[in-house]
């Protein structure tokens, strides 16, 4: 059984920062991409980053290329989610989830363990 915890929401004006952890429990963690989830309030889930087991490759929503940045660190079963020059768009439930393999992947159906999710809210 593998459990993910986020933490690192809050509340905070545009154009500032925040980051999100999500550390996992149970015994494999760096043999599989991990990715983070948001859902908006009256909208569907929405990918927003992924990152594989050695931190090489990573994916991206467009929207928050260049403002946002995925990484982990496999020894503390943990991988973070860095979110600067944040706008009021941004706000959301943000999830961290595991992917069924090594996988980069933007489908939310590729993904089997989730976590219980941390709110993000950007004032304007």
């Not at 980051?19 to 760096?30: E, N, P």
């Not at 992947?105 to 304007?124: E, I, K």
Request: charged fraction near 20%; glycine fraction near 10%.
């Amino acid at each position: 059984q593998v459990q993910l915890v986020e933490s690192g929401g809050g509340l905070v004006q545009a154009g500032g920062s925040l980051r999100l952890s999500c550390v996992a429990s149970g015994r494999t963690f760096s043999s599989y991409a991990l990715g983070w989830f948001r859902r908006a309030p009256g909208k569907e889930r929405e990918f927003v980053a992924a990152i594989d087991w050695s931190g090489v490759r990573t994916n991206y929503l467009d929207s928050v290329k260049g403002r946002f940045s995925i990484s982990r660190e496999n020894a503390k079963k943990t991988v973070f989610l860095q979110m600067d020059s944040l706008r009021p768009e941004d706000t959301a439930v943000y999830y961290c989830a595991r992917n069924r393999a090594n996988l980069v992947s933007a489908d939310g159906h590729l993904y089997d363990y989730w976590g219980q999710g941390t709110q993000v809210t950007v004032s304007s």
